[in-house]
């Protein structure tokens, strides 16, 4: 661990994966909403997420910073995976640094839902809450604490382009309802927050594409399963691009820079440090 010379004036950061959410669907089907905050922060279309690239993998490394290898979640099978090496999940850092963490999900199935519970108390989380079934019930469920946690992290993730996916294929006319009920609700949460606020960061990503090699499904490294958009914004946030080569272990990295805790070593990824403006440099 060392401490980062420059800190930012970041005090929480919402974190919305747009599951399944392909990056050209923002052209394709006009995603307004998404395309203005990725003009108004700094944003690529170009990153990368894990392999394999499906949710269960993607959203531990995303919260563990970690690979899968290293946390041992390999495949989109719900468990409470074994790790493989040294995991500081991200909520738990932020707790020891007395840094709150909630999240807000989509309902699982019942028999589902201890297991799902067991895996949030491993991750570290204060508050999990898994309710509804798009992303509309998610932010509904999660808007009084939008309103009221001033600090730390909020985690939002919302399931309607995966769904649609699997079910019609991936850049189908039902997958791109889907992608613009998610890029409303994207607008909605905009308006909750206030981005010139420079002590709220959003981050808004997904966690993987989808129709490959299979139409209906995204495990394969082809580039159109892997490839993400990862969008940051707000008022400590210095417009433009955050360039190639960016992966998603680079956000949880991010997260905890931003918020000035150091970060444990298992942590693979590189902070974004370029998206930010300089405000302060530590002596
Ligand atoms: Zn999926």
């Not at 399931?159 to 991936?170: E, K, N, Q, T, V």
């Not at 889907?178 to 959003?202: E, I």
Request: net charge neutral; glycine share 8%.
């Amino acid at each position: 661990m060392s401490p980062d010379a420059t800190t930012t004036p970041v005090r929480r950061v919402v974190l919305v994966v747009l599951d399944g959410l392909r990056p050209d669907a923002m052209s394709r089907f006009d995603l307004m909403h998404l395309e203005r905050l990725a003009k108004r922060g700094a944003s690529t279309f170009t990153a990368r997420t894990v392999s394999p690239s499906v949710t269960a993998c993607a959203m531990a490394s995303l919260l563990t910073g970690v690979a899968p290898e290293t946390h041992g979640m390999q495949s989109d099978r719900f468990h409470l995976p074994r790790p493989r090496g040294p995991v500081h999940p991200l909520a738990r850092v932020l707790a020891e640094h007395s840094m709150p963490t909630s999240a807000f999900m989509a309902g699982v199935p019942f028999l589902l839902s201890g297991l799902a519970q067991r895996i949030a108390r491993v991750l570290g989380f204060g508050d999990t809450r898994c309710t509804g079934n798009s992303a509309a019930d998610v932010l509904q469920t999660a808007t009084r604490t939008i309103e009221a946690q001033r600090r730390g992290l909020i985690v939002l993730h919302w399931p309607d382009a995966d769904r649609a996916g699997h079910l019609h294929g991936w850049m189908s006319p039902e997958y791109a309802m889907a992608a613009s009920r998610m890029d409303d609700r994207l607008g909605s949460l905009v308006r909750l927050l206030d981005l010139d606020d420079p002590s709220t960061l959003l981050i808004v990503l997904s966690d993987h594409g989808g129709g490959g090699r299979v139409l209906t499904h995204h495990d394969s490294d082809h580039p159109l399963d892997v490839t993400i958009p990862v969008v940051l914004a707000g008022g400590a946030v210095e417009p433009g691009s955050l360039g190639t080569g960016v992966s998603i272990l680079d956000v949880p990295a991010t997260v905890l820079w931003s918020l000035g805790i150091p970060r444990p070593a298992s942590y693979v990824g590189k902070p974004m440090e370029w998206a930010f403006h300089r405000v302060q440099v530590a002596a």
